[in-house]
């Protein structure tokens, strides 16, 4: 269903993000941040491709002030108010052309607050934490902020003290006087909100020899509790890999921020944790294994609307399990029954195929979605439901997918149909017994 007033351009859960009649194919930024006055001046390159003529059109962007939008080197006249960068070219973009739109924008960057906090741009007590999940890229760059992939090359000048971490390969770090221009491209195919800036002071270690790169930036005070508590790094990366395949990016990287933050976050190559998800006793190291497993389901394979979240949390929570039971703990079985339980204790609020958008964070989406994979695994058993997991994510390896294609591809691997499964765990509100 799409709501009144949204047309397919935008996301049916927050039809006032994305913009029509173009596809953005690449960003170019070139950032200035100074970490001490939480100041960004910022220019933005923009490759995008025309999907009709376009005499006007609009980007996401929150609250900078815009002082220049050149389209393919001629100034453009714009507008800029709540959250809407609007722009009329000197002359129409012809259908199917690319075209070049650059932004000069500065400001106080802020978070973009909404029914989930404060999304995106985040001043830390010495640095700058970015977690964009769903909502928050214009908060830092303009953008058409849709579930949609473009590639990034982002330049990021701060002062030398301070490390710059953005999703992507280093490609270059240059000393100047006093500040550090850092380079970062993400050549695998993106969504906005992926993107994530992390400044601080950190220590950059090494979290496993050997197979994909996985590194951390951390606080150095905390390093032996860390290397304890992500001790497991490597065993958990290559019993992923075995069960979801190969390992969708070159690296990936660890931050811990020096900051209590609520939940660990994931973008695109790399994870964000708290200090307070650190104890020396590898209490959250659930969460390790969540985050990890979002590489594969939301990063790699991304949701074409927010309505199928279930594709994402409920993969990475059942990837919870299937490292609980592959570490010796209880077993992948054993957690389903657990939640089960637990679900059934509450009053079923949701249905997971499509919660709504005040419910896509709800824990019954995360904890449904993975019984749902486990029901789904106990129906056609172990070798065909891995067979498919392994296809899902290599036949759709970054891009984007929706509920409806997962269903499908279940068909695939089972004899008998799936409907009553799919209809009873996603569609319905009432738990079904496991
Ligand atoms: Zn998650």
Not at 172 to 197: D, F, I, K
């Amino acid at each position: 269903m799409t709501p009144p007033g949204a047309d397919h351009s935008t996301d049916s859960y927050l039809p006032r993000n994305g913009n029509g009649g173009y596809r953005v194919l690449h960003y170019d930024l070139e950032l200035d941040y100074r970490v001490v006055s939480n100041r960004l001046a910022g220019r933005a390159n923009i490759t995008a491709q025309a999907g009709q003529t376009l005499s006007r059109f609009s980007l996401d962007l929150g609250q900078f002030r815009v002082s220049e939008v050149r389209v393919d080197g001629r100034r453009a006249t714009f507008t800029h108010r709540a959250g809407k960068l609007r722009i009329k070219p000197e002359k129409a973009i012809p259908y199917g052309a690319t075209f070049k739109t650059e932004v000069r924008y500065g400001g106080t960057p802020v978070p973009i607050s909404g029914p989930w906090g404060d999304i995106g741009w985040d001043e830390l007590t010495d640095g700058v934490l970015v977690a964009s999940q769903p909502n928050g890229a214009p908060s830092w760059f303009p953008c058409n902020d849709r579930l949609e992939k473009a590639t990034f090359l982002v330049k990021l000048t701060a002062a030398t003290p301070y490390t710059v971490l953005v999703t992507g390969d280093l490609v270059a770090r240059r000393r100047g006087a006093g500040a550090t221009t850092w380079t970062y491209e993400r050549n695998e195919p993106t969504a906005p909100y992926l993107m994530s800036v992390q400044i601080g002071r950190y220590e950059q270690v090494e979290l496993a020899m050997g197979g994909i790169t996985q590194r951390a930036a951390i606080p150095p005070r905390l390093r032996t509790v860390f290397r304890h508590d992500f001790g497991r790094h490597a065993q958990i990366m290559s019993t992923f890999e075995r069960l979801f395949g190969p390992y969708p990016f070159r690296e990936y990287v660890v931050v811990v921020a020096d900051d209590d933050l609520d939940d660990p976050v994931e973008a695109q190559g790399m994870a964000v944790f708290g200090r307070n998800h650190l104890d020396g006793r590898r209490t959250h190291e659930r969460l390790v294994a969540h985050e990890l497993a979002h590489q594969w389901f939301g990063n790699s394979l991304t949701v074409a609307d927010w309505r199928h979240i279930w594709l994402n949390e409920g993969f990475a929570t059942y990837a919870e399990w299937l490292w609980s039971e592959a570490s010796g703990g209880p077993s992948a079985r054993a957690c389903a029954i657990n939640w089960h339980g637990r679900l059934r204790a509450q009053p079923a609020h949701l249905t997971v195929a499509n919660p709504g958008v005040g419910r896509m964070f709800d824990p019954a989406v995360y904890k449904r979605g993975a019984l749902t994979l486990h029901a789904l695994r106990d129906r056609i058993g172990d070798e065909p439901f891995f067979g498919l997991v392994r296809a899902w994510t290599g036949e759709h390896r970054h891009s984007t997918v929706t509920g409806g294609q997962f269903r499908a591809e279940a068909q695939r691997w089972s004899a008998t149909p799936l409907d009553d499964l799919f209809t009873a765990w996603l569609d319905r509100t009432a738990l079904p017994p496991l």
